[in-house]
């Protein structure tokens, strides 16, 4: 069983590409044989609260000095550390707004990027993310195409933004699916785009699946 936790972030709805493509993912792993537990969160409808003076002042308040205030204020964020930390693997698929994401899924990186919690201080002074363990996949959608070699290419915000702040975490080696162009391209290019994300992702999946095999292999070996 493979727990998966599942962000969607884009404000569209049955027109967004990002969602397709994830559902088309997930239905891909599900082919491969993976037995799924799916954690679903829409962040265009539970947003997580922008951050204010009290979050930002409770979070950086050792645990034992919190008031009951700084509690409830970090309350929600406690609820999403602890579901990325239960997952096995994060899935997050969004649209490029503005050459970067959309500020629905800012929130919820500064929601869940807490100290202590997603990553902690080691006694050698090192700065040590807990997400480490985790398999996580970036899917994303562009209007324009940013890939390496086409002018738009230095525009591209959105892919060392995720890498940074989940590197912070403890995240080494995220994919990455982007499909592009899929605004600024005629039909055609549009349905190259969308079938090359596909493809991708059918080989994401295939790797996760192996993936998913040899850890169930593992863990039915220490139960003997």
Not at 59 to 78: C, F, G, I, K, V
Not at 113 to 128: C, K, L, S
Request: charged residues 25%; proline residues 4%.
């Amino acid at each position: 069983m493979m727990k998966i936790m599942h962000v969607d972030a884009s404000a569209k709805r049955e027109r967004s590409n990002s969602r397709a493509l994830s559902r088309f993912f997930i239905e891909r792993l599900r082919e491969e044989g993976v037995e799924l537990d799916v954690d679903y969160l829409d962040v265009t409808v539970d947003t997580p609260p922008h951050v204010s003076e009290a979050f930002a002042i409770a979070t950086y308040t050792p645990e034992h000095e919190r008031t009951a205030a700084m509690r409830a204020a970090l309350a929600d964020s406690d609820v999403l550390c602890r579901r990325l930390l239960e997952a096995d693997a994060l899935v997050f698929a969004m649209p490029m707004y503005n050459w970067s994401m959309p500020s629905a899924f800012k929130a919820f990186v500064d929601s869940v990027t807490r100290t202590g919690v997603t990553y902690v201080n080691t006694a050698d002074g090192r700065i040590e993310g807990q997400l480490g363990r985790q398999k996580v996949l970036f899917i994303t959608s562009r209007g324009a195409d940013l890939r390496p070699g086409t002018p738009f290419s230095s525009m591209d915000a959105l892919t060392p933004a995720l890498k940074a702040a989940f590197g912070f975490l403890g995240v080494a080696d995220p994919a990455f699916v982007d499909a592009q162009p899929l605004q600024f391209s005629n039909q055609e290019a549009r349905a190259e785009a969308l079938e090359r994300a596909r493809a991708e992702l059918s080989t994401v999946a295939a790797a996760w699946a192996k993936w998913a095999t040899s850890v169930d292999m593992q863990r039915e070996a220490m139960t003997f």
